[in-house]
Nanobody, 125 residues
């Protein structure tokens, strides 16, 4: 089955940047569509960004600051995060193969078939 492995989280100051990686394995055909989500303590699972069929989409809270890119030679999708703010503090997940639209409160959840293990991003002011 498809496997997603994340890396790149860490602790930074407000205004700094981080790049998260989601390496994908055990898939056939082109790189699958990848969605990035996050969950901060006490908050619901938040949809952050998605790359699908060559198009990228971003949530309102990150648009203009976050960018998705992919490297087909490395089977990796990246989330470049710039101008980070404390509200970006969360555990970030990459996910693939959305099968439901339940808008569940927690992530990981059953809406996507495959999830990365999550990576912590902490932004201090």
């Amino acid at each position: 089955e498809v496997q997603l492995v994340e890396s790149g989280g860490g602790s930074v100051q407000a205004g700094e940047s981080l790049r998260l990686s989601c390496r994908i394995s055990n898939f056939t055909g082109p790189l699958p569509d990848i969605t990035w989500l996050r969950q901060a303590p006490g908050n619901k699972c938040e949809w952050v960004a998605m790359k699908s069929n060559g198009h990228t989409f971003y949530g309102g809270s990150v648009e203009g600051r976050f960018t998705i890119a992919q490297d087909n030679t490395k089977n990796t999708v990246y989330l470049q995060m710039s101008t980070l703010i404390p509200d970006d503090t969360a555990v970030y997940y990459c996910a693939s193969d959305r099968v439901k639209f339940n808008y569940e409160n927690s992530c990981p959840n059953s809406e996507w078939s495959y999830w990365g293990q999550g990576t912590q991003v902490t932004v201090s002011s």
